[in-house]
T-cell receptor
């Protein structure tokens, strides 16, 4: 079946550091891929998405590229801020279904 | 912007009680979902609905039921609450069934404690 695996957290970085959160997936066909972010005390918000191979999603300085050859969708940001502290979820959706399959989430803490 | 509103942010109930969690969306979305979120397990789908009076089981439906009498409202029901149902519950909606590219829109969650 479909599955999403994220790097284990928690991840702690200093402000202005480079961020990578790894995400790999298992799916048949051509899923769409998403990154969601959950700030403390809130629900999930869509951060970015990519719907086909080699697409790059970007938002708020975050980027992720849909790599079909490595079945990956790693999240990157060049210079993190304290306000980026949150839990990040990678997810996929499959053709013909409206269900999302989520990874387990990665808690990110940015220290000033 | 889409707004998904969950009726309570925090709820404390007792074992054996019947518990109702309510969710309303304001964008005429066809799809609605209920998840539970537990540390280290991510989000797990409990039930979802493609249309009024329609429901489909998700990955962990045991101990739960749902009701969708109106398009904008999707209720999660714990028939007889147990302590292992203590969790964060998240409601979500998305526009239509057909397209895989549409994101889901989430409410702020209800943190439910069963004593």
């Amino acid at each position: 079946g479909n599955s999403v695996t994220q790097m284990e957290g928690p991840v702690t970085l200093s402000e202005e550091a480079f961020l990578t959160i790894n995400c790999t997936y298992t799916a048949t066909g051509y899923p769409s891929l998403f990154w969601y972010v959950q700030y403390p005390g809130e629900g999930l918000q869509l951060l970015l998405k990519a719907t086909k191979a080699d697409d790059k999603g970007s938002n708020k300085g975050f980027e992720a590229t849909y790599r079909k050859e490595t079945t990956s969708f790693h999240l990157e940001k060049g210079s993190v801020q304290v306000s980026d502290s949150a839990v990040y979820f990678c997810a996929l959706s499959q053709e013909g279904a409206q269900k999302l399959v989520f990874g387990q989430g990665t808690r990110l803490t940015i220290n000033p | 912007d889409v707004k998904v509103t969950q009726s309570s942010r925090y709820l404390v109930k007792r074992t054996g009680e019947k518990v109702f969690l309510e969710c309303v969306q304001d964008m005429d979305h066809e799809n609605m979902f209920w998840y539970r979120q537990d540390p280290g397990l991510g989000l797990r789908l409990i039930y979802f609905s493609y249309d009024v009076k329609m429901k489909e089981k998700g990955d962990i439906p045991e101990g739960y039921s749902v009701s969708r009498e109106k398009k904008e409202r999707f209720s999660l029901i714990l028939e007889s609450a147990s302590t292992n149902q203590t969790s964060m519950y998240l409601c979500a909606s998305s526009p239509t069934r057909v397209l895989k590219t549409q994101p889901q829109h989430f409410g702020d969650g209800t943190r439910l404690s069963i004593l």
